[in-house]
T-cell receptor, first 112, second 112 residues
Framework: DAGVTQSPTHLIKTRGQQVTLRCSPKSGHDTVSWYQQALGQGPQFIFQ???????QRGNFPDRFSGHQFPNYSSELNVNALLLGDSALYLCASKANRNTEAFFGQGTRLTVV | AQSVAQPEDQVNVAEGNPLTVKCTYS??????LFWYVQYPNRGLQFLLK??????LVKGSYGFEAEFNKSQTSFHLKKPSALVSDSALYFC??????????FGAGTRLFVKA
């Protein structure tokens, strides 16, 4: 059983560009959350998707948007990239009725 | 507002000795509490959780955590540390809603 998978693993983008990160949840999981982990910090909650809708959002600007597909996979989109968006982006999935989430290995985004 | 504090940036312990990684939290209502571990360039791995019931929770790899409601603490412990336990440990809390808040992390070094 594959766990949570994220793609790509590494990405380099230029300021002002747009990026899309992808996440496939663990089998049996229907809820996906996205986190940003800057160097030396804990993960910061971006948003969570369930039943293809965003149901809670952290303190991130509208440049950060997402989507969940009928197969529960999810995308994170970031527009107008800033240098400060450089971070490890983590996807976590869980079954809605469960409490603990399982994380992917992350996508390392570098904005230059 | 929810918050999590990990007061120690780093904990050093000799192999075979007991270890404690501290965590305190601030939430309204009854929290769900979690510990995760992160190895270099990897996502977070779930260790254990407290939802309700016994204050001492046992988790993966011999780790356990003690919930103390009066002190709003959830310290991670292990009776005998291994060199392979060296990693970054995160405490997390979720109360109302779906947002999970992570601490800044504590780096554990276990010396042989």
């Amino acid at each position: 059983d594959a766990g949570v998978t994220q793609s790509p693993t590494h990405l380099i983008k230029t300021r002002g560009q747009q990026v899309t990160l992808r996440c496939s949840p663990k089998s049996g999981h229907d809820t996906v959350s996205w986190y940003q982990q800057a160097l030396g910090q804990g993960p910061q909650f971006i948003f969570q998707y369930y039943e293809e809708e965003e149901r809670q959002r952290g303190n991130f600007p509208d440049r950060f948007s997402g989507h969940q597909f009928p197969n529960y996979s999810s995308e994170l989109n970031v527009n107008a990239l800033l240098l400060g968006d450089s971070a490890l982006y983590l996807c976590a999935s869980k079954a809605n009725r469960n409490t603990e989430a399982f994380f992917g290995q992350g996508t390392r985004l570098t904005v230059v | 507002a929810q918050s999590v504090a990990q007061p120690e940036d780093q904990v050093n312990v000799a192999e075979g000795n007991p270890l404690t990684v501290k965590c305190t939290y601030s939430v309204s209502g009854n929290p769900y509490l979690f510990w995760y571990v992160q190895y270099p360039n990897r996502g977070l791995q779930f260790l254990l959780k407290y939802i309700t019931g016994d204050n001492l929770v046992k988790g993966s790899y011999g780790f356990e955590a003690e919930f103390n409601k009066s002190q709003t603490s959830f310290h991670l412990k292990k009776p005998s540390a291994l060199v392979s336990d060296s990693a970054l440990y995160f405490c997390a809390v979720r109360a109302r809603g779906f947002k999970t808040i992570f601490g800044a992390g504590t780096r554990l070094f276990v010396k042989a």
